[in-house]
C-alpha cells in the first residue's frame, strides 16, 4: 500500500529518484533528465516566496516515491478572491497505475484546494490515450476544449 503525503524539502532524494525511473519506464514522454540543477532548483523552491501557493503532494510506498501532483493557487487580481487553482502535473509510475495512485493524489489536491478556498482546478491535459482516459472519467469534471475544470466540492 501506499500514503500521500505533502511534498517536503527532505523528500528531494527521493523525488530525484522517482523522477530518474519514470523515464527509465517512459522514456519516450519525458524528454528532460533530472540533473544536479533541477535538484538544486527544487530545493530552492522551498525558501522562495514564489512558491507560497504551490500545492505538492507525493505518493510513497514503502520508502520510495510512485506519484507525484503539483498544482498552483492561482493569484491574480482579476479573480481577487483567489477561487481558482491550476493543475500543473500529475505523474504515476507506470509499474503503480493499476493501483489508483494519480486518483489518490487528485482528491488529495482537490482536498488542499477546498481547505484553502479554491472552487475550481484547472489543467491541461496531456494528448495521450492513458492522460485522455483518465481526465474523461474524473468525478464532478468537464472537458472544455483542451482544458479541464475540476471542481472543488
Known amino acids: 500500500m501506499y500514503t500521500i503525503k505533502r511534498l517536503e524539502k527532505e523528500d528531494i532524494q527521493k523525488v530525484m529518484a522517482f523522477e530518474t525511473e519514470l523515464r ?7 524528454y528532460w533528465e533530472p540533473d544536479e540543477t533541477y535538484r538544486q532548483q527544487l530545493e530552492a523552491s522551498f525558501d522562495d516566496e514564489r512558491f507560497n501557493t504551490a500545492v505538492s503532494f507525493i505518493a510513497v510506498k514503502g520508502s520510495k516515491v510512485i506519484g507525484r501532483i503539483d498544482a498552483s493557487i492561482l493569484t491574480s487580481r482579476s ?3 483567489c477561487c481558482s487553482a491550476y493543475l500543473d502535473w500529475i505523474c504515476v509510475l507506470k509499474s503503480e497505475r493499476h ?5 489518490a493524489l487528485l482528491n488529495r489536491v482537490r482536498a488542499e484546494c477546498k ?10 491535459m496531456a494528448n495521450n490515450e492513458e492522460a485522455q482516459r483518465f481526465y474523461k472519467n474524473v468525478e ?9 475544470w475540476i471542481e472543488i466540492k
Open 140 to 148: 464532478d469534471a468537464s472537458i472544455h476544449d483542451t482544458g479541464i
Open 115 to 124: 481547505e484553502q478556498g479554491v472552487c475550481m482546478l484547472i489543467a491541461l
Open 79 to 81: 479573480d481577487a478572491s
Open 99 to 103: 493501483n489508483k495512485v494519480a486518483q
Open 24 to 30: 527509465r519506464q517512459e522514456p519516450d514522454t519525458y
